[in-house]
């Protein structure tokens, strides 16, 4: 069973930015395919970014030129950079890998956008 940490949540005003970091353990396996979603209260959760075995990132269109997905220098690491912060961006944030069909979710961290 692999196990996700995320870390980096928190409380921003609009127009801050926050990184969060997800680490990926318990797997002897390269995981390529590794993104972000998140959830706002009442909303269904939503693909954010993603890192394919393409290589090439996936942004949902509405945080196109204000996060960047990135894979980490550690092994199975990913990061997610997110400048500009919108009210609208408030969620629970949760780091998702797809190893070998294997769909794997972290526990979420809340990022709150407010003044």
């Known amino acids: 069973q692999v196990q996700l940490a995320e870390s980096g949540g928190g409380l921003v005003q609009p127009g801050g930015s926050l990184r969060l970091s997800c680490a990926a353990s318990?797997?002897?396996?390269?995981?390529?395919?590794m993104s972000w979603y998140r959830q706002a209260p009442g909303k269904q959760r939503e693909l954010v970014a993603a890192?394919?075995?393409?290589?090439?990132?996936e942004y949902a269109d509405d945080v196109k030129g204000r996060f960047t997905i990135s894979r980490g220098n550690a092994k199975n690491t990913v990061s997610l950079q997110m400048n500009s912060l919108k009210f609208e961006d408030t969620a629970v944030y949760y780091c998702?890998?797809?190893?070998?069909?294997?769909?794997?979710w972290g526990q979420g961290t809340q990022v709150t956008v407010s003044s």
């Open positions: 998702n890998v797809n190893l070998l069909g294997f769909v794997f």
């Open positions: 890192m394919r075995i393409s290589g090439d990132p």
């Open positions: 318990n797997t002897l396996f390269s995981i390529n395919d």
